[in-house]
Structure formats: C-alpha cells, structure tokens
C-alpha cells in the first residue's frame, strides 16, 4: 500500500507554487508527479488544507443490518448452511451470496468445524497402494529382520 507524502512535503510545494511557479516546474522541483501537485493544489484552493485524505477504516457490509437474525438463525440450527441463510435473506429482501456470509462470519469472529473433534469427517477414498506397504520397516520378531546391535 503507498504511503502519503509528507506535510513538510505538501507545504513546501503549495509555497512554491503559490510563489509564482507552474505545477510542472514544481512537479520536477521536488521529483514528485505532476498529478500529486495539481490535485494538491486543488484540494488546498477548495478546502485550505494541505492534511492528506485519510486512508483505509471500515468498510460496511450490507449483512451488518442482519446481524441478529444471522446469529439467531446459526443459535437454532446449528447445521444451517450459507446457501439456506442465503435464502432466507434473499426472502427477506437482500440479495448476498453464501460466500460473503461466510466472510462476514469469519469476519465477526466465528468459525466452523465440520464435527466437534476436528477429525476428517469420511473415511480415505482408497486403500494405501501395496508398495508404501511393502516399504515398511519389518517388526522385530519377523523373518528378514536385521539383528539386534550389541554393545561393546
């Protein structure tokens, strides 16, 4: 993300403009863009402020007027799935997509697990193949086993 020219920076450059200067000469002066010193000039005649905009802070989503009926939906059924609350709010009048609920969720600090314990919920599609099972290390007791070291 860029950061914001300096206020010792902006103030500089409105002096030397307001001193007679075009916004080209001071463009080159200070080794900035033409752009930074013409929207800056503009924004200082229209508001007398040489403070950069501020930048970032909250965006607002459109489930935040649902909050409650979201969190109520999730406390009654807690199996619901995004694609049902979906539903149910394009029912209500909003239209969103079950991936910005879920965003929104994991924005207010919610998380789901498929099951309680964090395990895989099914079982491997298939079978390990024979060769990782014949790379195994033999048990102790087998046949083919390498003897035991003795110290000494």
Known sequence: MTKSYSLDLRRRVARFVEAGHSC??????????????VRLMAAYR???????KPE??????KLDPHREILLQRVAEKGDITMPQLAAELAARGTKVTPASISHWFIRQGYSFKKNAAGQRARTLRRAPCPRALAHEAPAPHAPGAAPARLSG
């Not at 080209?24 to 010193?37: I, L, T, Y």
């Not at 229209?46 to 950069?52: E, F, K, Q, R």
């Not at 970032?56 to 989503?61: A, E, I, R, V």
């Open 46 to 52: 229209a508001t007398g402020s040489l403070a950069a």
């Open 24 to 37: 080209h000469a001071a463009a080159r002066h200070f080794e900035v863009s033409v752009a930074f010193v």
């Open 56 to 61: 970032g802070g909250w965006c607002y989503s």
